[in-house]
């Protein structure tokens, strides 16, 4: 690829200038307190937030020998852990954690790397793990009639929804 062709990422201060701009123009909804100067240093914060994490997520990935073609999954998962942590505490924040981390390992992500990156950016320990705590075996996975890919939903027959705590019916 090209120089020329490569999408370019802005730069934060780029980024939240274009931001700032799009609020005062109106073309961009301001918040009820009519306050664009604070809204525009959140966008900031956030920004940089995901930025450092994004970069604290890479390193953990070269660390451990991860494709480069697999990162954006593993961001993902990042992203969602530090949505979680925003969230939630405690019991809480590592039950989610843990079911966060159930979620992408059944998607064919590396559990090793999901804990390293639990405990390298976020401080998580995610090898003691809540008492009781029974991670659904991917052999227990089926294809998720919603969503229409692999997913929490059981198979036929193999216990209850995690969600909602209903048996799931066996197929005829």
């Known amino acids: 690829m090209s120089p020329e062709t490569r999408r370019r990422l802005l730069s934060v201060d780029r980024a939240v200038g274009r931001y700032s701009r799009s609020l005062q123009q109106r073309t961009n909804p301001c918040r009820a307190d009519g306050n664009p100067q604070e809204q525009a240093d959140n966008f900031r914060r956030a920004l940089e937030r ?23 999954a593993y961001r993902n998962f990042g992203l969602r852990l530090d949505k979680l942590i925003r969230e939630n505490s405690g019991a809480t924040l590592r039950l989610r954690a843990t079911e966060a981390l159930d979620y992408w390992t059944a998607y064919g992500l590396r559990p090793e790397v999901l804990s390293a990156i639990c405990e390298t950016v976020f401080g998580l320990d995610m090898e003691t793990q809540a ?11 089926g294809l998720c009639p919603k969503a229409g890919k692999v997913g929490f939903c059981l198979k036929p027959g193999q216990g209850s929804d995690r969600r909602s705590g209903l048996p799931v019916p066996s197929a005829p």
């Open 50 to 72: 995901s930025e450092l994490r994004a970069q604290q997520v890479r390193e953990v990935l070269c660390a451990m020998g991860v494709p480069p073609m697999q990162s954006v």
């Open 131 to 141: 008492a009781g705590h029974n991670p659904i075996a991917s052999s227990q996975l």
